[in-house]
């Protein structure tokens, strides 16, 4: 294994990213530097990532970054061996932001591009921070994604479930938006639910027994919005009992669905060289009581539970920096400098 040292960047959604991450030969790996700027601050405002906003912030923050996660990591541009940008999918003005800047420097600096689809990079964190073997599966939760995806090997990904309508972080930040929770709704859900009695609404469970695995998450919205009508104005417990009730129905549909997921995997994969693993990654992976019901179900069946540590979970520039590197590791051909930002991959 030759030793690499890969510069990432991460444009896609409302995170400016840019980190520096290298391999030995001994297959012992390096985070040496990860800078995030999140724009939080300029979208909380319209409940919302504005992608206008975003594209903007990107090109204002990307050099600096880049500058920031070279200098941290101790090393000039001369010594790393390829540049990894995120190409999608995304938002596209972002994306071309930290596309087009990564060409930019690539061919300035005489090294290889590799154009990395963000979700790979979610996918093979976990091999950074746990050294996991393939295969394994992982379930992506984030607000703009829930898949779980059975990942073979490098750029060997298969889709095993999609949502068919909103993501899960989307649930979270509707469902907070229309009790008239903070942006990003997550975390304020979370909050509130500690103190709610999740048995007072019996909200939908949406897939549950269904043999598919795919999600869907806006028909508990909806259930959410009449339950809210239903009794307006809403006290502080009505809101508490009302984000007790929606956290309990999605721990329980990713029970069966996940549930469903491990068990199609033990199939496919009857003796695996080790114990079966299930990664979570996303945002919405910070959820405590999610993470408890994963832990439980992974226990249950007999797969060892991994989450990375969450900066890692969420997005982030090492992660894309990992991916090229893992790519560069298999012999693959680098992209060429006409390579095209991919919104929707
Ligand atoms: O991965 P992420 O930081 O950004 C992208 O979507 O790409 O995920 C953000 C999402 C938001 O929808 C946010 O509400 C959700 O993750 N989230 C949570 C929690 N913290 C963040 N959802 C549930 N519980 C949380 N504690
Ligand atoms: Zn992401």
């Not at 598919?212 to 339950?227: C, I, N, Y």
Request: glycine share 10%; charged share 20%.
């Amino acid at each position: 294994v030759p030793f690499l040292r890969i510069l990432g960047i991460e444009t896609s959604c409302d995170e400016t990213a840019a980190a520096v991450v290298e391999r030995d030969a001994e297959g012992h790996s390096n985070v040496l530097s990860d800078v995030v700027l999140s724009q939080l601050d300029e979208h909380s405002a319209y409940g919302g990532v504005v992608p206008e906003i975003a594209a903007r912030a990107h090109v204002e923050a990307l050099d600096e970054l880049i500058a920031e996660a070279l200098k941290r990591a101790n090393v000039s541009l001369d010594e790393v061996d390829a540049i990894a940008a995120t190409s999608g999918p995304g938002l596209i003005g972002g994306l071309l932001v930290g596309l087009m800047t990564g060409k930019a420097i690539a061919r300035a600096a005489g090294k290889p591009l590799y154009a990395v689809n963000h979700l790979e990079g979610h996918a093979l964190t976990a091999r950074l921070t746990d050294g996991l073997a393939f295969p394994y599966l992982m379930l992506l939760v984030s607000g703009g994604h829930t898949q779980l995806i059975l990942v073979r090997g490098v750029g060997q990904y298969e889709r095993w479930g999609t949502t068919i309508d909103d993501a899960l972080g989307e649930a979270f930040d509707k469902t907070a938006k229309l009790l008239g929770l903070p942006y990003p709704g997550g975390p304020a859900v979370e909050r509130m639910a500690r103190d709610g009695n999740a048995d007072r609404f019996d909200f939908p469970r949406p897939l549950v027994g269904e043999a598919r695995l795919d999600f869907s998450f806006s028909g508990l919205k909806t259930a959410v919005r009449q339950a809210a009508q239903d009794i307006a104005p809403l006290s502080d417990q009505d809101v508490a009992d009302i984000c007790a009730s929606f956290q309990k129905a999605i721990s329980r549909t990713l029970k069966d669905r996940i549930g469903r997921g491990l068990q199609r995997f033990k199939t496919e994969f009857p003796a695996p060289g080790e114990e079966p693993a299930l990664v979570v990654a996303g945002g919405v992976a910070a959820n405590l009581e999610l993470r408890a019901t994963l832990q439980a179900l992974c226990d249950k069946n007999g797969f060892r539970f991994v989450a990375p540590p969450l900066h890692l979970c969420t997005d982030n520039a090492v992660m894309i920096a990992w991916a090229g590197l893992e790519r560069m590791a298999t012999g693959a051909a680098p992209d060429t400098l006409d390579v095209q930002p991919r919104s929707r991959w």
